[in-house]
């Protein structure tokens, strides 16, 4: 069972750029397909965006689309996302996950090992 521990958040001001990372360790992250969510306060978790276990293929969520993209370096058990200029409304722990199911689930139920979170807040 893979272990994930997501870093690079923090307080940033509008239209700043963030790179977040996602380490997995005791397994072979190869083997997933993860995924990015976020959860704003008061809100529910949402999905931003997954990547297939090789990283050839790549889905986002409509409202993500042109605003973030997801990598993996396997060979570094390491995947990330990247959000360039950030609102105010991106304000959310963001949360790494991976699953056996393959690529392109959308839903929280469908990943099964989850990271602790990194919290990303973005002053107007």
């Known amino acids: 069972q893979v272990t994930l521990v997501e870093s690079g958040g923090g307080l940033v001001q509008a239209g700043a750029s963030l790179s977040l990372s996602c380490v997995a360790s005791?397994?072979?992250?190869?083997?997933?397909?993860m995924a990015w969510f976020r959860q704003a306060p008061g809100k529910e978790r949402e999905f931003v965006g997954c990547?297939?276990?090789?990283?050839?293929?790549?889905y986002y969520a409509e409202s993500m689309k042109g605003r973030a993209t997801i990598s993996r370096d396997n060979r570094k058990n390491t995947a990330y996302l990247q959000m360039p200029n950030l609102q105010p409304e991106d304000t959310a722990v963001y949360y790494c996950?991976?699953?056996?199911?393959?690529?392109?689930?959308?839903?929280?139920?469908?990943?099964?090992?989850w990271g602790p979170g990194t919290q990303v807040t973005v002053s107007s």
């Open positions: 005791r397994g072979f992250f190869g083997d997933y397909a």
């Open positions: 996950a991976t699953t056996r199911l393959g690529v392109g689930f959308r839903r929280v139920t469908d990943y099964d090992t």
């Open positions: 990547i297939a276990w090789r990283g050839e293929t790549t």
